[in-house]
Nanobody, 116 residues
Framework: QVQLVESGGGLVQAGGSLRLRCVVS????????MTWYRQAPGKQREFVSS???????YYTDSVKGRFTISRDNAKKTVYLQMDSLKPTDTAVYYC??????????WGQGTQVTVSS
């Protein structure tokens, strides 16, 4: 059973920073493409950022230059460093993992609230 556990969310003022973390159980973390999604109240879940097993990164336009995704394969962990946060970044952030043969798997989500 693969489990994804997010942490690092919280309440922060606009302009502040948070670092989300997602730890993945199991032995094949290296093969997963790891993705962060978010869902704001009353809105659909949307793509935020992803990182491939090779380390290629992708971002939605609204977070480019402010968010940085990274992974530590030895720790089976993916991070999302979020800087210059805006109230519009307020959402539940979800970690997602999939490979060519396995997944997708989802975490339970972590709340990020940015006050103005």
């Amino acid at each position: 059973q693969v489990q994804l556990v997010e942490s690092g969310g919280g309440l922060v003022q606009a302009g502040g920073s948070l670092r989300l973390r997602c730890v993945v159980s199991g032995n094949i973390f290296n093969f997963y493409t790891m993705t962060w999604y978010r869902q704001a109240p009353g809105k659909q879940r949307e793509f935020v950022s992803s990182i491939t097993p090779e380390g290629y990164t992708y971002y939605t336009d609204s977070v480019k230059g402010r968010f940085t995704i990274s992974r530590d394969n030895a720790k089976k962990t993916v991070y999302l460093q979020m800087d210059s946060l805006k109230p519009t970044d307020t959402a539940v952030y979800y970690c997602h993992a999939r490979s060519e043969q396995l997944g997708p798997y989802w975490g339970q989500g972590t709340q990020v609230t940015v006050s103005s």
